[in-house]
């Protein structure tokens, strides 16, 4: 019977193509709108490494003034706890980073200096995080350890410098020093970009990656936030490092509970110790993160999605409103079939049936449209937001393009219930005397 | 098979309150060719409707095949009237965007019949009535007298024990009426029992018995007075 409904739903489709395709169109604003802010909140809000997130751990300490009792604790740390935590221990995988800028002097003299974005990071940073390379890979810990200049490239900036080959070896000049090549990145463009969210989230991957002492030593150009709640005592960049001046986020690797607890006990310690000592005196609620509670944490959905979710939601509502008085005036005027169905043998059963998948072929037809409707949604999206963000992610993917046929066929089912209910409950001999 | 006993029907409104039926008692059997007559507004259609399960009665016991049909769910009233009744309508009622098959296959689709099933027993009914041939046609495609063939041909082809039908000649010339009430004449002949509607005199003398309503009663059972009146008349 499922494939009868289905066939009568297309007849009635042409038996009224203008009221059935205005239908369709209401429910394709509302669903492709929505679907346009549920795409946004969907990758802005997912996990942006599903298969780690549990086992990677961001770091906060109880930095700030208690003199300021709203006063947020920074979501980085400062370099003397940096340097602290490093040293505490090294039976897992852990990584401190910061950005900076640097001016890359290509070897080619037809290229004229230009200026990258970089990252300061531990060689765990890439095997932490999965980094995917096109060509060699990270450094190693000893590289970290006795700082050496080596240099991770982007596939981009490798691809401006070195025409994109293999450049493992070949040397890169930034900010006055030669680097090694250990590594080119392949595509990688993890949204949020959760290990550094309080440098924009959505901003692209950086370009080179160094080791992360190299910052400090070679006096790179810093580059991203920094929360200080106390001046530094002296001028000069030492002085900036010995102040209370947060700039470096620490991630750690912790596979099990056990690694958790045993981690969460140092950190316990050393927050102790420092609290001690007079430091540490903002109490925080928790110390230790995930990625995805990092990612609610700092609130990397910005307010105006849920604003725009809430506009979008109403949009939605008044298209099926909409829906809701077309759905009445087409299904009451199929009283007279209605009628002699009844008279056939139809049950109220049967013909409810067959309405809710009428309205479910509109919906799912109005779904379809929806998702061209999204589309266009998102293209418009990426023009006006331009370089801003990243915007790669923003396409409809199978599960987006599932969510959407099944909310439009939902929404107009339930849109459609009033009016299947009334056409249900005709008098059939009324209308089969004036048919 | 059919017995009415005092059946009345009330419509009501806020504002007014209508007998269309007043104690209507009425015995049918087996194989019976009945026709009703009366004047419009007396009663008739809502009659074949409350005969037909389609209209609900205010007093009064209905028996169809000795069962009480008066508590009936709506999914058991529709399983009676695509089992044991046939619809034949004044204005066909066929349905315009499907093919003469598919007009003719909608009460099969209630019964849950195999498709080999139904297939066979739509062409043999469209065969009945010789539009077997024209089986993928529109109604639209079809004169009146076609078009209430293949309403006759939907109404047999589920094998009812019975036929309703409220006028079936009333869209159609007196030449056309003529084969329709032919075909319902050999309907009949073979077993099916038949209660018409119609305002033709000459179509109700053809019937065995006659019932002439008058205001929600039954005013006369007599074929041969009720017809010669109604022939007076006209």
Redesign the interface.
């Known amino acids: ?1 499922f494939i ?1 409904y289905v066939r009568l739903a297309l ?1 009635s489709y ?2 009224n193509p203008i009221l059935s395709s205005l239908m369709v169109l209401a429910v394709a604003i509302g669903i492709g709108a929505y679907m346009v802010i549920f795409t946004l909140n969907y990758f802005m809000g997912g996990d942006p490494i599903p298969h780690k997130s549990a086992q990677l751990f961001h770091v906060q300490l109880d930095y700030g003034n208690p003199s300021f009792p709203d006063f947020d604790p920074p979501p980085q740390l400062t370099y003397i706890d940096t340097l602290a935590l490093l040293e505490l221990t090294s039976r897992y995988p852990r990584t401190a980073s910061s950005k900076f800028v640097g001016v890359v002097e290509p070897d080619n003299p037809e290229i004229r200096p230009f200026s990258v974005s970089g990252r300061g990071n531990f060689s765990d940073f890439f095997t932490m995080f999965d980094i995917p390379f096109q060509y060699g890979s990270g450094w190693d810990r000893s590289a970290d350890e006795g700082r050496q200049q080596v240099i991770v490239l982007s596939r981009e900036l490798n691809e401006q410098l070195f025409g994109g080959i293999d450049s493992v070896g070949e040397t890169v000049h930034l900010h006055g020093y030669n680097f090694t090549v250990t590594g080119v990145l392949d595509n990688w463009s993890p949204v949020p970009k959760f290990y550094d969210v309080n440098n924009g989230p959505f901003d692209p991957i950086e370009e080179a990656y160094i080791p992360w002492h190299l910052i400090v030593d070679l006096r790179m150009d810093r580059a991203g936030n920094t929360n200080c709640w106390q001046a530094p005592e002296g001028d000069g960049f030492q002085a900036f490092l010995n102040a209370e001046c947060a700039w470096i986020q620490f991630w750690v690797e912790l596979q099990d509970r056990t690694a958790y607890e045993d981690y969460l006990n140092l950190i316990n310690n050393y927050a102790a110790e420092q609290k001690s000592f007079g430091r540490l005196q903002q109490p925080v609620d928790k110390r230790l993160f995930d990625v995805n509670e990092w990612m609610v944490e700092q609130e990397v959905l910005p307010d105006e999605t849920r604003i725009l979710s809430a506009l979008a939601a109403m949009l939605l509502a008044v298209c099926l409103l909409n829906t809701v008085g077309l759905l009445l005036s087409k299904f009451l005027g199929k009283a ?2 209605i ?12 013909l409810f049936i067959q309405h809710v998948i009428e309205a479910g072929f509109i919906g799912a037809l109005g779904g379809l449209l929806g998702l061209g409707v999204a589309a266009l949604g998102l293209e418009g999206i990426k023009v006006l937001m331009g370089d801003l963000i990243v915007s790669d992610w923003m396409h409809l993917n199978l599960t987006v393009v599932v969510v959407t046929i099944v909310l439009a066929v939902v929404s107009t089912v339930i849109a459609g219930l009033y009016p299947i209910w009334r056409a249900c409950n005709i ?3 009324i209308h ?2 004036l ?1 | 098979m059919l017995k009415m006993t005092h059946i009345s029907k009330v419509f009501r409104t806020d504002l007014v309150e209508t007998q269309a039926l007043r104690d209507i008692s009425l015995d049918v059997a087996e194989g019976e060719f009945i026709t009703i007559t009366g004047p419009s507004g007396c009663g008739k ?2 009659f074949l ?1 409350i005969a ?1 399960l ?2 609900t009665w205010t007093d009064g016991q209905y028996l169809l095949d000795g069962e009480d049909v008066s508590r009936l769910s ?2 058991q ?3 009676l ?3 044991k009744i046939g ?1 034949i ?3 066909f ?1 066929l ?4 093919n003469l098959f598919d007009n003719v296959d ?2 099969l ?4 019949m195999k498709a080999a099933e139904r297939k066979d027993r739509i062409d043999r009914a469209l065969d009945s009535v010789g539009l077997l041939s024209r089986k993928k046609h529109l109604p639209s495609q079809l004169s009146g007298g076609q078009q209430q063939r293949v309403a006759i041909a ?1 109404a047999l082809v ?1 094998e009812p024990r019975f036929l309703l039908a ?1 006028e079936p000649t009333g869209n159609l010339d007196s030449n056309t009426a003529e084969g329709v009430m032919e075909l319902l004449q050999s309907i009949n002949a073979a077993g099916t029992t038949i209660i018409m509607v119609t305002h033709d005199p000459s179509l109700a003398s053809r019937s065995a018995r006659n019932i002439h309503f008058l205001d929600g009663y039954i005013a006369d059972t007599d074929p041969n007075t009720v017809v010669g009146q109604l022939e007076a008349v006209s």
């Open positions: 019977m009868y007849l042409r038996r007279p079939e009628g002699v169905r009844q008279a056939l043998g139809a049950h109220k059963g049967s008098n059939p001999a089969l005397k048919q | 259609t809502t409707n037909g389609l209209e709506d999914y009233r529709a399983k009237r695509n089992q619809f309508f004044q204005s009622n349905m315009p965007d499907l909608v009460p689709r209630y019964r849950g939907r589920g409220d």
